[in-house]
């Protein structure tokens, strides 16, 4: 044990010495500016997101408010997110179907409007409307948008069809605010419903990775980069 030691001490020394020699304060300016360029960078992504999070705050209301103030929407959109490898949804994907089929039962829209992703092997709008279907919604009164790859193509695609419409959109509420913002500077009329039904484990995961997705979506609206 005291040789080990000894062989410990002995390397770290020369290590030390190596570190010395190799002058790494000429190295201290650029370290400086990069830390600097990622505090502004975070600094600026954070102001980014607080500020879209405080323009779509009077958007986000309740079906309890919607139905007291008699308003009725043309289509009611679910935005899609993951579906497991059985099929099934997943737990926040269940909660916005769950959450439209309220809305639809309470005569807020007479149209569901599911959108999301399909390709080989992988369907998220034939699992929704099949959900929905099975929640009590006739088939008729569905509707599926399968290129709603990204949250900015779901809402973009409303253009083709339901553009001048007032649309109610259905998401978890972290994501609700860039749908929102989205759908606002493309000239949407649009309000979200949180579909918040429970606390899902990977939350922080999503907030963090919405910070980012955030200004993705701020520049492409801005700068028509899409």
Same mark, same amino acid.
């Given at each position: ?17 190596r570190f ?10 650029w ?18 997101g607080a500020?879209?999070?405080q ?6 209301t ?10 009725h929407f ?7 997110? @993951?579906v ?9 994907l ?5 959450t ?5 039962e309470?005569?807020l829209a007479?149209?569901?409007l599911?959108?999301?992703?399909r ?13 929905a279907q099975?929640l009590?919604?006739? @088939?008729?009164?569905?509707?599926i ?12 695609n ?35 419903i949180?579909a ?5 484990t990977k ?24």
């Amino acid at each position: 044990m005291k040789k080990a030691i000894q062989f410990l001490n002995k390397i770290g020394s020369v290590m030390l010495a190596r570190f010395r020699k190799c002058k790494w304060q000429k190295f201290l300016p650029w370290c400086a500016l990069f830390l600097g360029i990622c505090i502004f960078c975070a600094a600026s992504f954070l102001a980014i997101g607080a500020a879209v999070k405080q323009k779509m705050e009077p958007r986000i209301t309740s079906v309890e408010a919607l139905t007291s103030a008699g308003e009725h929407f043309d289509v009611i959109l679910v935005l899609g997110c @993951a579906v497991r490898a059985d099929g099934s949804p997943s737990h926040m994907l269940e909660d916005r179907i769950k959450t439209s089929v309220s809305l639809y039962e309470a005569g807020l829209a007479d149209i569901v409007l599911m959108s999301g992703d399909r390709h080989e092997g992988y369907d998220e709008v034939g699992t929704m409307k099949l959900e929905a279907q099975k929640l009590g919604v006739p @088939a008729d009164r569905i509707e599926i948008d399968p290129t709603g790859f990204y949250t900015y193509d779901s809402i973009a695609n409303l253009l083709e069809q339901y553009k001048g419409k007032r649309v109610l959109i259905v998401t978890q509420k972290y994501h609700l605010y860039r749908a929102l913002y989205i759908a606002d500077k493309l000239g949407i009329e649009a309000f979200g419903i949180s579909a918040n039904l429970r606390t899902y484990t990977k939350q922080l995961q999503f907030d963090v990775r919405e910070i980012l997705a955030r200004v993705k979506d701020v520049f492409w609206v801005q700068y028509n980069l899409k």
